[in-house]
């Protein structure tokens, strides 16, 4: 019995590009990066929920009352403000490390004895025996010290200075950051929907 045209055996379909070694697989491996905004003037970043929630009070107050409008210039303030955090904003580019640097990042910095007992109090309460990994107080710096692209650190001394610097919050920006980067895992999802709708409507694909 003859097999139809339209499915007859042909070659046999090329493999994704590059991925035809293991060597050209790695060659093309991007360790995730992340870009974090860390607003450097956090009082004019606090300062702007607040103003916008007295914006709102002003516009109520100014539809109801026949006086002159406050509004105009509670918004100007928050424009100010607005764009005084705007201009202290930096962008810090973190970029995971390969697994064997991180490891060894990660040996350096081991729980201290305190936190080792303390881990032990909350294990014995939970019935959890979950030691900690690292101390953070130390891990911290030296991981996003050694994943940080953006801006360019010139020295040690020169980032340990900015380190000290930060707030418990700016800090936690980083860091939290500096372990979803690390540890997180890459995965695109499925093609965006919004996308291939627009393209459609372009005659794309």
Known sequence: MSVPETFQAGP???TTAGAGTLAA???RIQRPRER???YLDAEAASQIADAEAALERAREYDEQHNEPDTAPAIAQHLRELEDRAEASKVVFVLQAVPHRHYQK???QCPPTDTQVEEAARRA???GQDVLPAFDPDTFAPLLVRHQLLEPAVVSDEEFEAFWEELSDGQLNQ?????LTVQLGVTDPGPKSA???ET???FGLS
């Open 12 to 14: 046999a379909p090329a």
């Open 25 to 27: 697989v790695t060659s």
């Open 36 to 38: 974090v905004p860390l």
């Open 105 to 107: 990042l990660r040996a």
């Open 124 to 126: 014995e309460a939970s």
């Open 174 to 178: 980083l860091w939290s950051t500096a």
């Open 194 to 196: 919004l996308a291939s």
């Open 199 to 201: 393209l459609a409507s």
